[in-house]
């Protein structure tokens, strides 16, 4: 379930795999987590090491560590703050221009190679993620439980980067969203739209089962520049740098000459 720890910030790297497993989903309220003893050993650090990581989860409410007779390390909570996914992070104000850069070269040819290749559970697990913003919608509680609607907003885009069949392409993505998560809680402070949201996973979703590429790429176009306009509403920042057209919003991009 967990992967060596191959930095000199261990203790840290180890609670972010755990987060990480809660973010996506692959780790659920209630699940157990393996021993401390084989923890540590699929993490290959030591175990003083994992324990710290352990207390950092504990004290953000993240895990509960239970004694006696079928006690162990629990998961307490299926939202991780996103102050856990700032504290590996240097990124700067500054920096969040290239990351939605970096989104727009890269998600839309992942939907597009989603749509090539996802399969059945592909679709029936980016459904669970709208159907997870749906009920919260339903209770009236999106707002009140904004970190948990944008969690499920995190699966549905990582969940299309595992449709896509490619470990370095799902890897890559992994490493974006846990910047636009940051850079969305540094920069970007309007109100939640969760109608709008759903709506557009929903057409997203759509786009993708139909296999249709042109289709996927103006749907995520739509999806990819809302974030930039919201960006540059907050920060007065327009994204000014030269871009080729494969960058540029559909909109703006030269037309063929006929």
Do not use: C, Y
Not at 44 to 56: D, G, H, M, N, Y
């Amino acid at each position: 379930m967990f992967s060596p720890v191959q930095t000199r910030r261990t203790f840290e790297e180890a609670a972010e795999q755990i987060a990480d497993k809660v973010r996506i989903g692959e780790l659920r309220v209630g699940d157990k987590l393996p021993g401390e003893r084989a923890l540590a050993a699929q993490m290959q650090i030591s175990r003083p090491t994992l324990r710290e990581a352990v207390k950092v989860l504990v004290d953000a409410g993240l895990l509960e560590v239970r004694r006696g007779p079928g006690g162990g390390m629990f998961v307490a909570t299926d939202v991780v703050g996103v102050e856990l996914v700032r504290q590996r992070s240097s990124l700067r104000l500054g920096e969040v221009a290239g990351v939605l850069e970096a989104r727009r070269m890269l998600e839309p040819r992942v939907a597009q190679l989603a749509a090539v290749r996802a399969t059945d559970e592909d679709f029936a697990t980016l459904q669970r993620s709208i159907d997870g913003m749906h009920a919260l919608v339903d209770a009236g509680r999106a707002l009140k439980e904004e970190d948990r609607f944008l969690q499920h907003d995190v699966q549905f885009h990582l969940a299309l980067a595992r449709a896509s069949g490619n470990a370095t392409v799902e890897s890559l993505m992994r490493v974006l969203f846990r910047q636009l998560e940051i850079a969305r809680d540094m920069a970007m402070h309007l109100p939640l739209v969760p109608e709008w949201t759903i709506d557009i996973h929903e057409r997203t979703l759509a786009a993708v089962r139909s296999g249709d590429l042109m289709e996927v790429e103006a749907v995520m176009d739509e999806h990819v520049g809302q974030l930039e306009r919201t960006w540059e509403e907050e920060t007065a920042r327009a994204l000014v740098r030269p871009l080729p057209d494969f960058l540029l919003p559909a909109a703006s991009r030269t037309k063929p000459a006929t």
